[in-house]
């Protein structure tokens, strides 16, 4: 178990340093477990608003993205990398303040498609947004990108 939790410090330490900048970056999103199964990640509602001042739906979108293809990324190992094709959201209800927290859990890992649910929560836990992301797995790293450590 410590070996595990050592694994996911690592990622998360990893995905910090290189998100710096990034859209997930300025929007807050800080990932709290790492693991291919299921990755776990918050984000502030303040400063990710539409003009109601309601969580914008869009924002919810970047959460889920973000959370499911880190897990992806560990899905698909070393030397190869994850690419979001398609997602869906259904927002269930509006967040108006706090933060939310999202649940990436793996539904299927294949050997180029991985697909993810991503259970979105307020503060009170209660279910702000359900999305579902399928990556496609690719091998080889692009040029400029930065690998996810497999954790292992």
């Known amino acids: 178990m410590r070996q595990e939790q050592d694994s996911s410090d690592q ?45 914008h739906g869009g924002a919810s979108c970047v959460l889920a993205e973000t959370l499911g293809s880190l897990g992806a990324a560990l899905t698909a190992g070393p030397g190869r990398f994850a690419v979001g094709v ?24 294949g050997r180029s498609i991985a697909s993810y649910e991503i259970v979105i929560s307020d503060d009170q836990g209660r279910r702000v947004c359900t999305a579902r992301l399928t990556c496609l797995l690719r091998d080889q790293v692009p040029p400029g990108g930065r690998p996810v450590p497999s954790g292992g």
């Open 86 to 109: 398609e997602i869906s959201a259904t927002h269930h209800r509006a967040a108006a303040s706090g933060s939310v927290t999202g649940v990436a859990t793996r539904l299927h890992a």
């Open 11 to 55: 990622i998360i330490a990893h995905f910090t340093d290189v998100s710096r900048g990034t859209l997930a970056d300025r929007m807050g999103v800080t990932v709290t477990a790492a693991r291919a199964e299921q990755v776990t990640g918050s984000m502030p509602v303040d400063g990710n608003t539409q003009p109601y001042g309601l969580l």
